[in-house]
């Protein structure tokens, strides 16, 4: 991406409030929109490669509508020995998938592509991020749930809230990884597209 282009508009190609309220926090205007589509894994489509592709495909659903923006999208899975966690959509998956990861660590996969759409150029980086959960009880996880249903959330769990509670500890470069948005990296591409974040605002 060459760094001598004029300003466009930024996008971000999510309708989560998380991401969002992250790259709120670069202090750029954007707008957002929620791209519409399949989140379906392929047959034997690797985590890396999955969260990779929908990152992409959610940023070009909004290409047509943005001719000359930069668009952000992003994607998350969580990953427990191998398994794809992705989101629960209700309260019996949201239980079993912290079941299974109580007392274990689980690997989440946070992607991260930048589109120019006037080129098509575009770069895609995947963050990833390791936590060990605590061994938790039934009525523990439940209290959880009921009280965060996080049922839109890759893992069932939410960081930025009680979801924190869930954790012995956390490795990883990104701490805005976790929470669906890796920032360290997007300020990069950003600069690699022309947008100091710094002297831009």
Sequence with gaps: MSSTRAPRDLVLASSSPYRRELLSRLGLPFAWAAPAIDETPGPDESPEALVQR???????????????????????????????????????????????????????????????????????????????????????????????????CAGSFKAEGLGIALFEAIRGD?????????????????AEAGVDVLTSA
């Design 174 to 190: 990104d701490p805005t990884a976790l929470i669906g948005l890796p920032l360290i990296a997007l300020t990069r591409l950003l």
């Design 54 to 152: 929908l990152a992409l495909a959610k940023a070009r659903a909004l290409a047509d509508a943005h001719p000359r923006a930069l668009v952000i999208g992003s994607d998350q899975v969580a990953v427990n020995h191998g398994r794809v966690l992705g989101k629960p959509g209700d309260r019996a998956r949201a239980m079993a998938q912290l079941r299974a990861a109580a007392g274990r660590e689980v690997v989440f996969l946070t992607s991260l592509c930048l589109l120019d759409v006037a080129t098509d150029e575009h770069r895609i980086e995947v963050v990833p991020t390791t936590v060990r959960f605590r061994a938790l009880g039934e009525t523990q996880l439940a209290a959880y749930i009921d009280r965060e249903q996080p049922y839109d």
